[in-house]
Each structure stands twice: as C-alpha cells, then as structure tokens.
C-alpha cells in the first residue's frame, strides 16, 4: 500500500531526522528580476495538485524583506485568491506602502501567467523599550524526542488508516512533524477541535538571518492550521469528501525564531459555521516562550453535498 516514495521512512531510527519534501533553501528561492520584482519556483508536487499555501507566503515575505534595510517582521496577512499550478513560475511584485524610522509596511501580489493568486501585506518594525508580558502558557506535552514522527505513526498503523492518511503522511512532508496523539484525530473524531505537534525544518540550521527563519516559520505556520476546524465533523480530516481551502492567513511574531529548532504549534478552532472554518495557534519554543501567533480562514465544504 505504501509505494516507493516513502523508501526514505523505511529505514527510520529513532533519533534520525526525518525526510523533508524540500531544503529549506529551496523554499526561499526567489530571483530578483527587475526592482521591486522577482521570480520563484512552485515548488513540489503533492496530493492537492496546487501550490502550498505556505510556500507563498514565506517567498512573498521573503521578497519584501529584500526591500527592507535590517528591520524585523513583526506581522502577515495574506489572502488567497485563486490556486496556483505547480510547473509554472510564481512572479512577485512588491509595493512599498511606508518607510519610516521605526516601521517599514510592504504589499506584495504573487501572479502566475499574468493572472493574480495571491496578495501579501506585511510590517516590520524596529524593536524599541516599553511594557512586556506573556500572558499564554505552552500546554503540558512530552518533548519533541517522545513523540513519534508523523511519517512512523502513519507506517506503524496503516492498516488501520484511511488510505487518504496513508498516501499523504507517510512520504516527505513539507516539515517535519511529530504530532501530539495524533490517534485521536487519525482514529477517532474528537469532540474538541484543537491538536498540536512539533516541527522544524532541520535544513535551516546553515540560515544565518533571522529574518529567513521569520519567513520559514510562517511557511510552516499554514500546514495544518486550517484543517484543525474540520476535526468535529469529518474523519479523516483530509480525506477526499472534505474540501478544505485556506482563504486568508494571518500571523503575528512576538519573539525570534529558529526554525532548524524545535517548536511546538498548538491550533484551535472557536468557529465553524456558513462552509467557513476558523482556526487559530500559538507557536512556542522548547522553553515556553510564545513566539508567534496565528490565525486563518479556509473554505470548509463536504464534498457531494
């Protein structure tokens, strides 16, 4: 059932990293063109045929920051407006909205054959002295080393899973993923929609900038956030009767990051109503520390109806 793509999780360890579906490096790879525009890759195949959501996000957010002289990123919102199709290249186009001492504002466009598919709003901001609290607690998991990789959990109990689990989670993953009790969302149908997993992508770990590991993080921040609505009402969550779209993302950066280390992403869904879901995280490091937080809608629809 589980073909050779997966060849690399065959041979898993426990303590070895597990394969991710691209380096870091190649995710960020964008080319300045003309000033104000640049090019990039749509990236790898997977089981939606469309590029991922994540990957758009982290080249905008990467092309705007070469607009931008030191300053970090400090908040994203992005919308969704039409799929992209992977072969054809991705040309970003970035307007400055507001250059000043403190705060720098870029909008970024993506289009693919001169039709637009995404547009980007992002902020940077100068670090400056002032009031500080972190009022948001990392909840009680087991460290990152006991807990399962996604791809071993998904091997361990394939003949217990929806084919739909087995054919996208036990391959490369865009990160990779060690989710907390993923039985409950894989087996079962629990009545609270929220989940959380560890993630990092260990080819970061050459990334010098963090404002790179700013663009990562919100690359990893689109996987699995959108899906956390769907959990009340369809088993599996990406299973072929569900259709789950993300319209917009948003993200909010409270902390630096490194992305070749450990974070912990735990999602929630307060709302699911009219074929929206809306689902927000909190992302956290080893030590609790909140370092960004999330939110997204997506399109939420039961196929067949």
């Given at each position: 059932?589980?073909?050779?793509?997966?060849?690399?999780?065959?041979?898993?360890?426990?303590?070895?990293?597990?394969?991710?579906?691209?380096?870091?490096?190649?995710?960020?790879?964008?080319?300045?063109?003309?000033p104000g525009r640049?090019?990039?890759?749509?990236?790898?195949?997977?089981?939606?045929?469309?590029?991922?959501?994540?990957?758009?996000?982290?080249?905008?957010?990467?092309?705007?920051?070469?607009?931008?002289?030191?300053?970090?990123?400090?908040?994203?919102?992005?919308?969704?407006?039409?799929?992209?199709?992977?072969?054809?290249?991705?040309?970003?186009?970035?307007?400055?909205?507001?250059?000043?001492?403190?705060?720098?504002?870029?909008?970024?466009?993506?289009?693919?054959?001169?039709?637009?598919?995404?547009?980007?709003?992002?902020?940077?901001?100068?670090?400056?002295?002032?009031?500080?609290?972190?009022?948001?607690?990392?909840?009680?998991?087991?460290?990152?080393?006991?807990?399962?990789?996604?791809?071993?959990?998904?091997?361990?109990?394939?003949?217990?899973?929806?084919?739909?689990?087995?054919?996208?989670?036990?391959?490369?993953?865009?990160?990779?993923?060690?989710?907390?009790?993923?039985?409950?969302?894989?087996?079962?149908?629990?009545?609270?929609?929220?989940?959380?997993?560890?993630?990092?992508?260990?080819?970061?770990?050459?990334?010098?900038?963090?404002?790179?590991?700013?663009?990562?993080?919100?690359?990893?921040?689109?996987?699995?956030?959108?899906?956390?609505?769907?959990?009340?009402?369809?088993?599996?969550?990406?299973?072929?009767?569900?259709?789950?779209?993300?319209?917009?993302?948003?993200?909010?950066?409270?902390?630096?990051?490194?992305?070749?280390?450990?974070?912990?992403?735990?999602?929630?869904?307060?709302?699911?109503?009219?074929?929206?879901?809306?689902?927000?995280?909190?992302?956290?490091?080893?030590?609790?520390?909140l370092i960004a937080?999330?939110?997204?809608?997506?399109?939420?629809?039961?196929?067949?109806?």
């Amino acid at each position: 059932m589980i073909d050779a793509s997966t060849s690399a999780v065959a041979s898993f360890r426990p303590g070895q990293d597990m394969p991710a579906r691209e380096s870091a490096a190649d995710i960020l790879g964008i080319n300045e063109v003309a000033p104000g525009r640049f090019v990039a890759a749509a990236g790898a195949k997977n089981h939606l045929g469309t590029v991922f959501g994540g990957r758009l996000i982290a080249q905008a957010l990467h092309a705007a920051l070469r607009t931008v002289a030191e300053l970090p990123l400090t908040s994203v919102h992005a919308y969704f407006l039409a799929p992209g199709a992977i072969g054809m290249p991705l040309d970003y186009r970035v307007e400055t909205l507001r250059d000043s001492r403190r705060f720098a504002n870029r909008q970024v466009v993506a289009s693919q054959d001169g039709r637009t598919i995404f547009l980007l709003m992002c902020q940077f901001h100068g670090p400056e002295g002032g009031f500080a609290h972190q009022y948001a607690s990392m909840p009680p998991v087991p460290p990152p080393e006991d807990v399962m990789p996604l791809q071993q959990f998904v091997r361990t109990h394939e003949t217990m899973l929806d084919l739909s689990a087995i054919t996208n989670f036990s391959g490369a993953t865009p990160i990779e993923m060690r989710p907390i009790a993923p039985e409950t969302y894989f087996m079962e149908r629990p009545r609270h929609p929220e989940r959380s997993f560890w993630f990092r992508l260990g080819s970061a770990a050459d990334i010098a900038d963090p404002r790179l590991h700013q663009c990562l993080a919100a690359f990893a921040s689109d996987y699995w956030l959108a899906g956390c609505s769907a959990i009340p009402h369809a088993l599996p969550t990406n299973g072929r009767e569900l259709l789950i779209s993300s319209l917009d993302h948003a993200m909010w950066f409270h902390a630096p990051v490194r992305c070749d280390e450990w974070l912990l992403h735990h999602t929630h869904s307060p709302s699911a109503s009219g074929g929206l879901g809306f689902s927000t995280g909190r992302i956290f490091d080893r030590q609790g520390r909140l370092i960004a937080s999330t939110a997204q809608e997506c399109l939420l629809r039961k196929l067949g109806n």
